[in-house]
């Protein structure tokens, strides 16, 4: 029987963002994860503004670091095209925190984004890494959990931080979430290289295709000419219209006539493959006595863009303080580790809660259409669309039915 004081299950973004504040507070863990690294992870490959804020906060030489890697791709901003073709440029804004040579936002292959941030775990001499071992279940004993592994070899913990991804069974227990196909997105994502047509700046794109709103289908541009491309909907959605993801993808690309074009001598240079997202829908308690759940075990995903990896960065953080504090004062009671869902919901429940609105509108193909096209011809309205992506007022105006109303007046 192992006994420590933090493990941390899963090595994903929350996991290891976890692992690395606890060593930077020079609090020991082990962190324990089923994979060998480097091991695929099937994603949209997207690295968001809050993953560098945080790798900022962590080690603003690690984010220089990361920035520099021949596998990230810098990206400057975000193409929104409506369910008409019509295209909508909006720049990420940049942060006056870290050196303007790094850009706002990275895409990266998640088999190379993850390994980079294993490897910086294992050069860590606080945190214990166990790979290739699983959790396989959990008691309570002594005021501790104790984790069976498949190997035999128990651990009792006096915290466990569950971030072992969006098809833990620890969220449903002693998490207590269970998901519903309404506010689980099923995603699927293969990789093409040759696509043309990309913005100079490497811009994300989502393309909302009227048979998949509120879903949409996307273009991710990597390094070495790879593009990730996929398509993402609700599980309640896929169900009720029938709709099969990847035929929905590959008749996009064969029957759109600008895609038609951008494809035409583009490859596909990898199987396609799916995987569920549990979106956020409303708080829910994600900690209790002796544990917090972390990143998509938290059910963190944002309801309209798929965001993951930087809620997951945050969220594991924020168990990394809460971590440090319950070992300081001896306190792992669930109503002392509710500092921690405070904290996280303070940082990022309003976005959230803004966003699981945001698709009861975009869901009307008339409306997104009629936002686009004002929005091209109106500076006012792009610069409102701009700011919502990084300021919280600014997006609750994106749920507000009189700002729709107001662009159909032409106001």
């Known amino acids: 029987m192992k006994r420590i004081n933090v493990c941390i299950v899963g090595a994903g973004p929350a996991g290891v963002f976890a692992a690395l504040f606890l060593a930077k507070y020079g609090v020991e863990c082990t962190l324990v994860d089923k994979a060998k690294f480097p091991r695929n992870k099937i994603c949209g490959d997207g690295i968001s503004g809050w993953v560098l804020t945080i790798l900022n906060e962590l080690d603003n030489k690690l984010l220089e670091k990361l920035s520099k890697q021949p596998f990230i791709t810098h990206s400057h901003g975000i193409r929104i095209v ?20 790094i850009s706002p936002g990275f895409t990266a292959r998640r088999i190379d984004f993850d390994n980079f941030m294993a490897e910086e775990v294992k050069s860590r001499k606080e945190v214990e890494f166990l790979e290739e071992e699983e959790i396989t279940d959990y008691k309570r004993l002594n005021n501790k959990i104790q984790l069976s592994t498949k190997s035999g070899d128990d651990i009792e913990a006096k915290i466990v931080i569950f971030a072992n991804g969006a098809t833990s069974k620890f969220m449903k227990d002693p998490g207590g979430i269970l998901k519903t196909r309404k506010y689980t997105m099923t995603g699927i994502k293969t990789y093409y290289k040759g696509i043309t047509g990309f913005h100079e ?7 909302f295709l009227k048979e998949l709103l509120p879903g949409y289908f ?10 990730n491309v996929g398509v993402g909907l609700d599980q309640y959605r896929i169900s009720k219209r029938h709709i099969n993801l990847k035929d929905a993808m590959f008749k996009a690309i064969e029957e759109i ?5 951008r494809f035409k001598n ?6 396609v493959e799916a995987y569920p997202l549990p979106l956020w829908d409303r708080k829910r308690v994600i900690s209790g006595d002796n544990f917090m759940l972390a990143g998509d075990a938290a059910n963190l995903i944002d309801p309209v863009t ?24 001896d306190n792992f009671s669930s109503g002392f580790m509710k500092n921690y869902d405070d904290n996280v919901y303070a940082k990022i429940g309003k976005e959230l809660n803004i966003s699981s609105k945001i698709p009861r509108f975009i869901k009307y193909p008339w409306l997104f259409n009629a936002v686009i096209n004002k ?21 609750k105006e994106l749920k507000r039915p009189m700002l729709y109303l107001k662009v159909l007046l032409g106001r």
């Open 218 to 227: 996307w273009i991710f541009p990597l390094s070495d000419g790879l593009a």
């Open 375 to 395: 929005a091209s011809s109106s500076d006012i309205l792009r610069k409102k669309l701009t700011l919502a992506m990084t300021n919280l007022e600014e997006r």
């Open 306 to 329: 798929g965001e993951g990896v930087g809620h997951a960065a945050i969220s594991g953080m924020f168990a990394a303080k809460q971590a440090k504090l319950a070992l300081e004062t």
């Open 82 to 101: 409506a369910p008409n073709y019509n295209q909508l440029d909006l720049p990420f804004l940049d942060s006056g925190d870290w050196d303007q040579s």
């Open 257 to 261: 006539p600008y895609l038609q074009e």
């Open 201 to 207: 700046k490497n811009y994300v794109e989502l393309h």
């Open 266 to 271: 583009a490859e596909q240079v990898s199987k």
